[in-house]
């Protein structure tokens, strides 16, 4: 198993499968007249320092990104097909907030992570590299730890964490996934992928997608995030109605035309030729594969998040993903909770800010670390 890592420059200012109400596939971003959005893709390099494998058996890696060279670290665990990557923006927030260290993980079957066994997503599995991961890193000694999880990852920091797989965990901190909420959407979840393109023309046009579907509202975010979830076909795909493709943000997909005579067949012959020189991209990870799994993730996940003793904060889109176990919970202040309205399912990327000071708040509150001297607190 083998991690890589990425860390930050601190002088730069740098799914689950997605839930019902994250990705709205039939919403629009309107730009003004003359106005032309960048969708080129951004260099990790620019919020990153390194990028790594960590070694943690003997043919496995796994892709890890730091940052910071004091304090507690925060392990950042990103949702269902995303990546490390995902965390790029709010990295580089937070470490101009708080003195910390930042570890962001590609996951099993995600990224850059290459392990024997890249379809056991379980969360049992997927838990034990988290500590494996840390205990390659850091030795028998760990450095405090605060785990962070957005979706599927947010659900794989409670399991690790019930599971004392880190055994310096200081606290606990879950975005954007809920027990009722998650299982809920699980039916729909099929349907959800399928209508996503399969393949996308460039790695501009997979961000254009990403952006205008309103995946990730964030455009910064999005032209760094969006390289860790797609990747080169291995194979040209040509033949008819086989994928949808993106360009210039638009769908399309093939048609047959009965009635245009010779010239459109002719042209279409043409059409089917390029697409075969072209290097199509799609996503790194079939999700729809990983579905036995999915209510493994999230089931009694309630439960076992407030059975974690460690101070807990749980960041939301929306209060109506909570569900009757945390609401009573939270009344009885087992955990401390922040609702960041205005935000898409991608709560970390469209709003790196937001999310970076409740938890810089979270943490000085709890005395795990201090804000940066002359931050404006």
Not at 20 to 33: C, D, E, F, H, T
Not at 135 to 157: C, F, R, V
Not at 243 to 254: A, R, V, W
Request: glycine share 8%; net charge negative; charged share 25%.
């Amino acid at each position: 198993l083998s991690a890589r890592c990425k860390q930050l420059h601190l002088n730069l200012l740098a799914s689950r499968p997605p839930m019902a109400g994250g990705l709205q596939s039939g919403s629009k971003m309107r730009m003004g007249p003359g106005r032309k959005r960048d969708f080129s893709p951004l260099p990790w390099s620019q919020y990153f320092e390194t990028m790594e494998d960590v070694e943690v058996e003997n043919d496995n890696s796994k892709d890890i990104s730091s940052s910071g060279s004091h304090g507690p670290v925060l392990l950042l665990l990103h949702g269902g097909g995303h990546s490390a990557l995902s965390w790029a923006v709010f990295t580089a927030v937070i470490c101009s907030r708080i003195h910390c260290r930042v570890v962001a993980m590609d996951l099993r079957g995600h990224g850059d992570t290459k392990v024997k066994n890249s379809e056991d997503l379980s969360a049992e599995t997927m838990a034990k590299d988290i500590g494996k991961v840390v205990e390659a890193l850091y030795g028998e000694t760990p450095p405090p730890i605060l785990i962070i999880g957005h979706s599927m990852g947010g659900a794989i920091a409670v399991h690790t964490a019930a599971a004392n797989h880190v055994p310096s965990l200081l606290g606990l901190c879950v975005i954007d996934v809920v027990e009722g909420t998650a299982m809920d959407a699980l039916n729909s979840m099929q349907n959800f992928l399928r209508s996503r393109p399969k393949t996308f023309k460039s790695v501009e046009n997979a961000i254009e997608w990403s952006v205008k579907s309103g995946q990730i509202r964030n455009v910064e975010s999005a032209r760094v995030s969006m390289v860790g979830q797609v990747k080169k076909c291995e194979e040209p795909l040509s033949s008819p109605g086989v994928s949808k493709s993106i360009n210039e943000g638009i769908i399309e997909e093939e048609e047959d035309e009965e009635d245009e005579g010779v010239s459109n067949h002719k042209r279409k012959k043409e059409d089917d030729q390029e697409v075969k020189k072209e290097s199509l991209f799609t996503w790194r990870i079939e999700l729809s594969k990983t579905e036995k799994y999915w209510e493994g993730w999230f089931k009694g996940l309630s439960s076992l998040f407030l059975s974690c003793s460690v101070p807990k904060l749980l960041l939301l889109a929306g209060v109506d993903r909570l569900d009757k176990d945390l609401t009573i919970g939270q009344m009885q202040g087992k955990f401390q909770m922040q609702v960041l309205p205005q935000c898409g399912h991608a709560v970390h990327e469209d709003a790196p800010d937001k999310v970076a000071d409740a938890l810089a708040t979270f943490m000085v509150r709890h005395k795990f670390t201090e804000f940066m001297e002359g931050f404006p607190w």
